[in-house]
């Protein structure tokens, strides 16, 4: 799986949108892009996943580069439940081997 | 449902002790993970269950770790003998099928090794 590089942490006005980038230089052609976020003393929850078109769910957005290098997840209206870590992280879909490697992530904090 | 189930939530125990961690899977799912979070390492994959058989155990970190899934709505991962270094939160996560999306955590158990 392709290394992410993301941002230690992150700050973000209540109601404005939060973007956050992620750098994945080594990607190739088949591996996806996922977002996952941790909410303090919570498990992981699954956000939005792409490959290269842009893609939008009910939580949030994923802008994907034309050359794949690089990604912004983007909570277009920041509440203050937001505040989490959130985790990019790039691999192939549907493997033998189902399974994440989370790095350290970005944490956002979204400020009143 | 109750989604994926985890107990007890927090351990503390002394170095030397047996330590087993419990996971009830969402019913249904066909895959069990066991995730190890720390503040040095993040979140990483311990072992993962395809209907109750181990597939990967790659990272497991030693011989004192070991992971079983004795019917399709248990597992337990057991620490013995325990460390101080194996203080960290252990979670568990389900999934219906190989889509990494859909896969769904416990609120995870937080251990202390003293």
């Known amino acids: 799986d392709a290394k992410t590089t993301q941002p230690t942490s992150m700050d973000c006005a209540e109601g404005r949108a939060a973007n956050l980038p992620c750098n994945h230089s080594?990607?190739?052609?088949?591996?996806?892009v996922y977002w996952y976020r941790q909410i303090h003393s919570q498990g992981p929850q699954y956000i939005i996943h792409g490959l290269k078109n842009n893609e939008t769910n009910e939580m949030a957005s994923l802008i994907i580069t034309e050359d794949r290098k690089s990604s912004t997840l983007i909570l277009p209206h920041a509440t203050l439940r937001d505040t989490a870590v959130y985790y990019c992280?790039?691999?192939?879909?549907?493997?033998?081997?189902?399974?994440?490697?989370f790095g350290t992530g970005t944490r956002l904090t979204v400020i009143p | 449902d109750a989604g994926v189930i985890q107990s007890p939530r927090h351990e503390v125990t002394e170095m030397g002790q047996e330590v087993t961690l419990r996971c009830k899977p969402i019913s249904g799912h066909d895959y069990l993970f066991w995730y190890r979070q720390t503040m040095m390492r993040g979140l990483e994959l311990l072992i993962y269950f395809n209907n109750n058989v181990p597939i990967d155990d790659s990272g497991m970190p030693e011989d004192r770790f070991s992971a079983k899934m004795p019917n399709a709505s248990f597992s337990t991962l057991k620490i013995q003998p325990s460390e101080p270094r194996d203080s960290a939160v252990y979670f568990c996560?389900?999934?219906?099928?190989?889509?990494?999306?859909?896969?769904?955590f416990g609120p995870g158990t937080r251990l202390l090794v003293l």
């Open positions: 996560a389900s999934s219906l099928n190989r889509g990494v999306e859909t896969q769904y």
């Open positions: 080594t990607i190739s052609g088949n591996e996806y």
């Open positions: 992280i790039v691999r192939v879909f549907q493997t033998g081997a189902n399974n994440l490697f």
